[in-house]
Structure formats: C-alpha cells, structure tokens
C-alpha cells in the first residue's frame, strides 16, 4: 500500500488540470498513490485522467452525472483513498517539487501529529504573488494544539499545501451536507480538535487566482457555513470567542446580503441585530494597514529564503 494518497478533486478544471498532475509527478517523494476524483465534469477531465492511468492515477467519477459538490465530493475521494495519509491538490493548483518530502518529514516526527501544513503563494495571471494566509504573512506559520487558533483567526491553511492522517480526517467527518463551499476547515477543526499539528515554514504550493476563486453567492454561503460550524461545535470552545466570531460572520454575511437587490433591508437586520457596526467600521483601516505593510515589509518567505 501506498504511504499516502494525493487526492485531486476536480470540476471542468482540464484547462490546468495537466500542469497540477505535473506537478505530482515531479515530486521528490514517490511513495503515493494519485486519486482523481471527477465531480461530472462536462470538459475534457476524463480523457487528460485516462492519459495518466499507466503512471499511477485511479479515476473515479461522482454517479449519475450530476456533481454532488466539493464537500460531497471530498468526503467520496477519502473513502477510497488507500493510502496512511493523504494530500490534498485542487485541480488549478501547483506543488512545488519538495513538497511531500518536507511534509512527509513533519508527519514521521511525532505520532501525535495529525495534520501537517506548508506556506502557499497566491499566483495571478499577470505575474503578480502574495502569501495566501496574510495573518501570517510576515511571520512564522503557527503549529501545535491549533483548534482555538482556527476559530479565533478563521481558515488559514491552504488545502492544496496540506497532508492529513487519512483516519484521523475520516474521524473528523463525515463532512455535513450542510458544508459545500467549506469542507476544508471542516476537516482541520475536526482534526485539531484531538491532534497536534505541524507547519512546513517553506513555500510548497502555488495557489492559482482566477475569476471563478470566489463570487458574491459563494461569498455570503461561505459564512453561513462557518455560522454552522460555530454552532455544531460550541461546546468545545469559549463562550466569548464563539460568540466574538458569531458577530464577524454574521457582519460579513450582512455585507454580502446587502450588495445584492432584493436582500439589502434582510441585511442591514442581520448587521444590527447578529453582527458588529464598530467591526465593520474597522474594516477598511485593517485593509488600508495590510497594503501599507506590504510596501513596507518584506515577507517572511522572501526574507528567509523560503521559497523552495
């Protein structure tokens, strides 16, 4: 059996797909096996997975023809992952060639490691890059006992630069039907909750930005997601923090609500009476200080020579 599975979810995504196999294929670190789950693309997915069965890919596709979603879908890909760990690499995603071998090197250090991260780039067409996680940016990605760190700074980890204890993601789920834009934060609070979890300070993956990242609709579903995961896991964190990231959430989700015609009036009742006015009024010094940082700081990836 293989150490682990690279999982690659995919959904009309033949434009990149090729170049994020290439990716895999020229890992320092072979033990894998290569999981391509297809979503019921309608492009050419099939006929690229069926050019890379002879190296080492299994293909699977959702049933019926009809896309069951990432969540869905994610949960599907792990049930028929063979491998002790797994990884995780979206189909628009690029590894860098070291990736497994640093990451494989975290995960046989401590058997109480159950979740293994690394830093991701964002990428834009015209050349332009910037870490994905910008609360860490500047500093040391965190590690440890992180399940209060990830409510408390909300989703940082890329899941294209993760690799996870197969059973240890198996125990977090199974993934809600509720979860469909978010399964991934899902799965690392379901995994920090018991295990410790460990960071690989280098660039390991390549986060490919394009129109399709993110869309008002997908936006204000994403909150509405975390409000669940708030409530599904509010016994196992501290009142004044669930209730603190109940106001952000639902100030987010208010914000969404009101940029669309017909949903403005529901959202300004939810800003005032779930979200916070002083939070939202923060807001646009938060993001005037982070571009002010940029020009004036030098990443911590770039300032230590970690791009590997």
Not at 196 to 201: F, G, L, S, T
Not at 221 to 237: A, P
């Amino acid at each position: 059996m293989p150490f682990m599975s690279v999982i690659v979810n995919a959904h009309n995504g033949a434009a990149t797909l090729e170049q994020t196999l290439e990716s895999i294929l020229a890992q320092t670190f072979s033990d894998y096996e290569i999981v391509l789950w297809d979503d019921a693309s309608s492009d050419d997915t099939p006929r690229i997975a069926a050019r890379y069965a002879a190296r080492g890919l299994r293909y699977f596709r959702s049933p019926g023809e009809r896309a069951l979603g990432l969540g869905a879908a994610r949960q599907e890909a792990l049930g028929v992952a063979r491998g002790e760990w797994v990884a995780f690499l979206d189909q628009d995603d690029v590894w860098l060639p070291r990736n497994l071998e640093m990451q494989v090197a975290l995960a046989r250090s401590d058997p109480r490691v159950g979740l293994v991260y690394g830093r991701a780039v964002r990428f834009w067409p015209d050349g332009a890059e910037r870490d994905f996680d910008h609360l860490h940016e500047f500093a040391a990605l965190p590690e440890g006992a992180l399940f209060e760190r990830l409510w408390r700074e909300s989703c940082f980890i890329c899941i294209s630069a993760t690799l996870m204890r197969r059973q240890a993601a198996i125990d977090a789920g199974p993934i809600p039907p509720e979860i469909t834009i978010i399964p991934d934060y899902f799965l690392y609070l379901g995994i920090a909750r018991r295990w410790d979890v460990r960071a690989v300070q280098e660039v390991v993956c390549r986060y490919r930005m394009h129109a399709g990242n993110a869309t008002p609709k997908t936006r204000a579903r994403m909150q509405t997601e975390v409000l669940f995961l708030i409530d599904r896991w509010r016994q196992d964190i501290d009142p004044r923090l669930a209730r603190r990231r109940m106001q952000v959430h639902s100030t987010v989700l208010a914000v969404e609500e009101m940029r669309r015609p017909g949903r403005r009036i529901e959202g300004l009742r939810r800003l005032l009476r779930e979200g916070s006015v002083p939070f939202l009024l923060s807001r646009p010094f938060a993001w005037a200080y982070r571009a002010l940082r940029r020009k004036l700081t030098t990443p911590y990836w770039i300032r230590h020579g970690l791009a590997a």
